[in-house]
C-alpha cells in the first residue's frame, strides 16, 4: 500500500456501494484516476466534500490492490457558479466527459490539468457557458496533438488568411485551386470571424484564451464547427448538449397567485 | 477468465449485477445463494417482488410510491395543505418526516437534473409538480428540500427560477446541511433546524 498527495478536479461522482462513491479525478501530476471514495455519502465524513462533482482539492489517496482511494484532503474550490443555470451544468459536464475521454489514456501532463482549472472558472463565470466548453474541447485537441490547420491549405499547404472552407478530409483548409476542392470530401464554410476565434483558441496562453467577443453569427458557425470537429477527432457522437435543445416548454401563466 | 454458467444462472447473475452496488462477484454470491435456498424461500423473494411492482404505484397528487392513490399523507386532513416540501427521492420524505415540526405536504420529483446521467428537466417529475400547483391555488410555499450537490443546487435554482413572479414563495433548506451530504443521511436535528432557517430563492 502507498500513498499519493496530489492536487485534482472532480470530473464525475457516482454513488458506488452503500455508502460509498467512486470519483473520476484530473489530477495534476498523475493524469486522470478513479479513486474510491469510502462513506463519502456519509454525512460525517471527512471524504464528503471531496466527492462533489467539479471540486478542485488536495487530496491524500493510498494505492491498494491497483486501486486508488481517497483517505484524506481538503477542498480548494468548489465552483458552485455551475449550478447557477442548467447552460452551466451542462457546459461543464459536456467538458467534463470530453477531458475524461482524452486523457484517460494519456501520458499524464499538467497542460491538460491547466487547461481544465481554466476552462471550469471560465465556464462557472460566463454568459456563454456553452460556448466556452466547445471552445475548451478545440484547445484540449490541440494540445493532444489533434490540432485543425487553420492556416494553410489542408493540400497543398498555401497560405490561406481570410474566410475559407475547411475539409474534414484533410483537417486544414481548402484554397481555391481546382485540384484541392476536389480533394476536400465534407467540408464546412468558415467565416474570417469564426476563423480569427478558432485561431486565437488555438495559441493564446491559457488566462488569455477565454478573453474574446464575438457576434452571435460567429458563435453559431464556430459551435457547428467545433462539434463535426470533436466527433470527427474522437470518433464519438457527444450527446450531452443536446440536453439544451429541447427547454422545457409549458405555459405557466396558470401558476400566478392573486395577490390581494 | 470469466466463469461459464448454464444460461439460467447466467441470466440470474446478470438480474441481481444490474442492482446499484451489486458488483459482478456479488452477484454471483447472492445467485448461488438463492439458488441454495429450498424452492419456497426462493419464490418468495420473486413474489415479493412481482406483489411490490403490481401495488405500488405512484401518487397521483405528490408522485411518492404509495399503495393506495393518492397517498396517506396527500389524503390526511390534519396536514398544512399550503406547503410543499419538494424532494429528489422517496426515501427523502420518509427522512423529511422524522422531523417533527413539518406537516406540510410533499412532492418527489424522483431524481435531479443531471447532464451527466442524462436527466434533463423532462425526466423528473417537474410538469407533475407545477401541474399541481395549477390546480392547487391553495398552496402558497415551495420547500425546495434537493440534495446540497451541484446538480441538486442547481435543480432548486432552475425551480425557483421557473415560479418567479408566480407569487408562490419559494425557500430552500438553509444550509445546515453540508454540501455534498444526502439528505438521506442527515440527522432530524439538523434537518429540523435547516427546515426552520430556510431561506427565500
Ligand atoms: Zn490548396
Ligand atoms: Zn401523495
Redo the contacts with the bound molecule.
Keep these: 500500500m502507498s500513498k499519493i498527495s496530489d492536487k485534482g478536479f472532480v470530473m464525475a461522482s457516482f454513488p458506488y456501494r452503500d455508502r460509498d462513491r467512486m470519483l473520476h479525478i484530473l489530477t495534476r501530476d498523475h493524469g486522470l484516476i478513479s479513486a474510491g471514495a469510502r462513506g463519502a455519502c456519509s454525512v460525517k465524513s471527512k471524504l464528503r466534500p471531496l466527492s462533489n462533482l467539479f471540486s478542485l482539492c488536495n487530496y491524500e489517496f493510498f494505492y491498494h490492490k491497483e486501486r486508488f482511494y481517497v483517505d484524506d484532503g481538503e477542498v480548494i474550490e468548489a465552483f458552485l457558479g455551475i449550478s447557477e443555470s442548467i447552460e452551466h451544468l451542462t457546459a461543464a459536464s459536456f467538458a467534463s466527459e470530453v477531458f475524461r475521454d482524452l486523457t484517460r489514456n494519456s501520458p499524464p501532463d499538467q497542460k491538460y490539468f491547466d487547461l481544465w482549472a481554466y476552462t471550469l472558472y471560465e465556464i462557472s463565470q460566463s454568459e456563454r457557458p456553452v460556448l466556452l466548453s466547445r471552445l475548451s474541447t478545440l484547445r484540449l485537441l490541440a494540445e493532444a496533438g489533434y490540432a485543425p490547420q487553420l492556416e494553410r491549405c489542408g493540400s497543398c499547404q498555401r497560405p490561406i488568411s481570410s474566410d475559407a472552407t475547411f475539409s474534414f478530409q484533410t483537417s486544414g483548409l481548402v484554397c481555391g485551386s481546382r485540384a484541392c476542392e476536389s480533394a476536400s470530401g465534407d467540408s464546412i464554410r468558415l467565416s474570417e470571424g469564426t476563423l480569427a476565434l478558432l485561431r486565437h483558441v488555438l495559441t493564446a496562453p491559457f488566462n488569455r484564451l477565454y478573453r474574446f467577443t464575438v457576434t452571435a453569427d460567429v458563435e453559431k458557425n464556430a459551435s457547428q464547427f467545433l462539434d463535426l470537429y470533436l466527433c470527427e477527432k474522437m470518433e464519438k457522437d457527444y450527446k450531452m448538449l443536446d440536453l439544451l435543445e429541447h427547454p422545457f416548454d409549458m405555459d405557466l401563466s396558470g401558476l400566478k397567485r392573486n395577490c390581494d | 477468465m470469466a466463469m461459464r454458467f448454464s444460461p439460467a444462472i447466467t441470466r440470474l447473475i446478470a438480474e441481481l449485477n444490474k442492482l446499484p452496488g451489486i458488483g459482478a462477484k456479488t452477484a454471483q454470491r447472492l445467485a448461488f445463494h438463492i439458488l441454495a435456498q429450498d424452492n419456497e424461500q426462493a419464490l418468495a423473494l420473486a413474489d415479493a417482488i412481482r406483489d411490490a411492482k403490481q401495488d405500488v404505484t405512484l401518487?397521483s397528487?405528490?408522485?411518492?410510491l404509495?399503495e393506495d392513490d393518492?397517498?396517506d399523507?396527500?389524503r390526511s386532513q390534519n396536514r398544512d395543505r399550503s406547503v410543499v416540501c419538494v424532494v429528489e427521492n422517496p426515501r427523502d420524505v420518509s427522512v423529511m418526516e422524522r422531523v417533527q415540526n413539518f406537516d406540510g405536504?410533499?412532492h418527489v420529483l424522483h431524481g435531479a437534473i443531471s447532464p451527466m446521467e442524462d436527466i434533463g428537466p423532462e425526466d423528473i417529475k417537474l410538469r407533475e409538480l407545477l401541474q399541481r400547483l395549477q390546480q392547487h391555488q391553495e398552496i402558497e410555499e415551495i420547500i425546495l428540500a434537493m440534495n446540497p450537490s451541484i446538480e441538486g443546487e442547481a435543480t432548486a435554482l432552475y425551480i425557483a427560477r421557473l415560479l418567479h413572479k408566480t407569487g408562490i414563495k419559494t425557500t430552500q433548506l438553509s444550509h445546515g446541511i453540508p454540501m455534498g451530504a444526502d439528505l438521506e443521511y442527515a440527522d432530524a436535528e439538523t434537518l429540523s433546524r435547516a427546515l426552520k432557517n430556510r431561506q427565500e430563492l
Excluded at chain 2, 397528487?61 to 411518492?64: A, D, L, R, V
Design positions: 401518487c397528487e405528490c408522485c411518492n404509495t393518492p397517498c399523507i396527500c405536504l410533499y
